[in-house]
T-cell receptor, first 113, second 114 residues
Framework: QQQVKQSPQSLIVQKGGISIINCAYE??????FPWYQQFPGKGPALLIA?????SEKKEGRFTISFNKSAKQFSLHIMDSQPGDSATYFC????????????FGKGTKLSVKP | EAGVAQSPRYKIIEKRQSVAFWCNPI?????LYWYQQILGQGPKLLIQ????????DSQLPKDRFSAERLKGVDSTLKIQPAKLEDSAVYLC????????????FGNGTRLTVT
């Protein structure tokens, strides 16, 4: 049973546009929600993360929006750049752990110049 | 700060053969993880170590997979015998502790089982 559902599977955005990736979770015990960025041939790298006590977190061009009642969270990439082209994974964990993660299936983002 | 080191980068074996992957975590990181990433999917946790003890191996197929972390530093993941469905990227990650510290991934070992 997939505990973190991610959509869309792929996304094409023009340079300067907004990229939006969504995730939904089932387990209400989850208390840590990170987004990871992965380039081909590389391991995932932490991009931004949120805990359920806040509804939004912003770091530069990247924003996480969190809706606890709907059990959903999303990643917004403002002013998308070709260098943002990568696969993005949402994830979740519980019990205070930031390492024992359950990942979504990923979204392949392509930003066209 | 040096990152998580993994070797080899690539490995091709035939089914029923055995294979081993090596990981050297970031210096000082007590917690080490092995994840399996099948093509087109997100990583899946196989095993978590705290120092040289196993914290969680609930998703490790123990009939064929084994892992150890001797002396609480380097770790080895072994598959014996390999199956076609084991073809994946095996990612090692480390963190300072299992709690509120970030996870750092290595670049993985891509295994192809033919």
């Amino acid at each position: 049973q997939q505990q973190v559902k991610q959509s869309p599977q792929s996304l094409i955005v023009q340079k300067g546009g907004i990229s939006i990736i969504n995730c939904a979770y089932e387990n209400t015990a989850f208390d840590y929600f990170p987004w990871y960025q992965q380039f081909p041939g590389k391991g995932p790298a932490l991009l931004i993360a949120i805990r359920p006590d806040v509804s939004e977190k912003k770091e530069g061009r990247f924003t996480i929006s969190f809706n606890k009642s709907a059990k959903q969270f999303s990643l917004h990439i403002m002013d998308s750049q070709p260098g943002d082209s990568a696969t993005y994974f949402c994830a979740a964990s519980k019990g205070g752990s930031q390492g024992n993660l359950i990942f979504g299936k990923g979204t392949k983002l392509s930003v066209k110049p | 700060e040096a990152g998580v080191a993994q070797s080899p980068r690539y490995k091709i074996i035939e089914k029923r053969q055995s294979v081993a992957f090596w990981c050297n975590p970031i210096s000082g990181h007590a917690t080490l993880y092995w994840y399996q990433q099948i093509l087109g999917q997100g990583p899946k946790l196989l095993i978590q170590f705290q120092n040289n003890g196993v914290v969680d191996d609930s998703q490790l197929p123990k009939d064929r997979f084994s892992a150890e972390r001797l002396k609480g530093v380097d770790s080895t993941l072994k598959i014996q015998p390999a199956k076609l469905e084991d073809s994946a990227v095996y990612l090692c990650a480390s963190s300072l502790s299992p709690g509120r510290t970030n996870l750092h991934f290595g670049n993985g070992t891509r295994l192809t089982v033919t």
